[in-house]
């Protein structure tokens, strides 16, 4: 090869070389976010403007028919590590969806996990991750903001960075009357050094014959199991309590079965807008904790899928270890 050819070929490999990098921007669409294992801040958060025209013209899961998004994604993730981990979650003031593509090109879609808050969580492979967020509504509108995270206690609502009304939104948006001033058992008032100490409220962990119940881990926390519409009990605390505790007693068998969690769960519902749940384990459904404040107390007390009914009692006290 004369010198002229050579310099000829080397000037066309070098306006390949600049053209590539150039051309793999192009293809990508939108801006690339490296994402590795142990990331921080977690969760990490995306802004952007969900819009779309049409549904993906995409054969399966179905879930992807869910929701009008854009041509190209919303957001490129680069995963330089394998994620044992990840969920994806986007909120916003409108309905939105989403639909991900993973590296490996299998497309992963959400509609309302939590509540209407669509999430995509499991384990990645390293590679490229085409994230579109879309609306259920053509040419409709909305601002979202989209959360990656390792925690799988991290959850729209209550651990995402957000308030209380925030949980109480998702709540309200999943079918829980968050608003309820009674339930659908006993309810009662109490005020600091009440007596007789500890006092029951009788009630049955069934759902009403026409609910389906309502999965509590929608929530996030330690929430679990599935709870009626309506709070099981409401309880009115008049003064501020230095301690105060709730737990569930059941009627048909004087304590749970030996080293088994019981088939209950317990979600209150604090005044100032936060839900906090029970971990059950083999040492009974309890809660409890310093400094209530005054207000309505809103309680379900849940049961686990495929549990049959249980009647209890809900044991409410002052004391430390009063059980």
Do not use: K
């Amino acid at each position: 090869m004369n010198r002229a050819a050579r310099g000829a070929r080397a000037a066309c490999l070098l306006a390949l070389v600049a053209l590539a990098p150039r051309a793999a921007r192009a293809q990508e669409g939108a801006e690339a976010t490296v994402v590795r294992t142990g990331f921080v801040p977690d969760p990490m958060v995306l802004h952007g403007t969900a819009s779309g025209a049409a549904p993906l013209s995409i054969p399966e899961p179905a879930e992807c028919a869910q929701g009008f998004f854009a041509d190209a994604p919303s957001h490129v993730l680069v995963l330089e590590t394998r994620m044992g981990f990840l969920r994806l979650y986007a909120t916003g003031p409108g309905d939105l969806a989403l639909a991900v593509r993973d590296a490996e090109g299998f497309w992963h879609c959400s509609d309302d996990r939590f509540g209407r808050h669509p999430s995509v969580e499991r384990t990645w492979a390293r590679g490229r991750v085409e994230v579109y967020v879309g609306t259920h509504a053509a040419g409709e509108r909305s601002d979202y903001q989209l959360r990656l995270t390792e925690m799988r206690s991290m959850r729209p609502g209550v651990a995402d960075g957000g308030d209380a009304g925030d949980e109480r939104d998702l709540a309200r948006d999943a079918g829980i009357l968050v608003d309820a001033q009674s339930g659908r058992f006993d309810g009662i008032r109490l005020r600091r050094g009440f007596l007789p100490d500890p006092r029951y409220l009788a009630g049955d962990a069934a759902l009403p014959a026409e609910e389906e119940g309502i999965d509590a881990g929608v929530l996030g926390g330690e929430c679990h199991g599935l709870v009626s519409h309506a709070p099981s009990h409401t309880v009115e605390l008049l003064d501020e309590l230095d301690f105060f505790q709730l737990y569930v007693v059941p009627l048909d068998a004087p304590r749970w079965p030996s080293g088994r969690s019981p088939p209950l769960s317990l979600v209150v519902l604090f005044p100032d807008g936060t839900f906090v749940c029970d971990a059950a384990n083999t040492e009974g459904l309890e809660l409890s904790r310093a400094r209530w404040q005054p207000g309505l107390f809103r309680v379900w007390v849940g049961l686990e899928p495929g549990q049959d009914p249980v009647r209890y009692r809900l044991g409410l006290s002052e004391i430390r270890r009063v059980r």
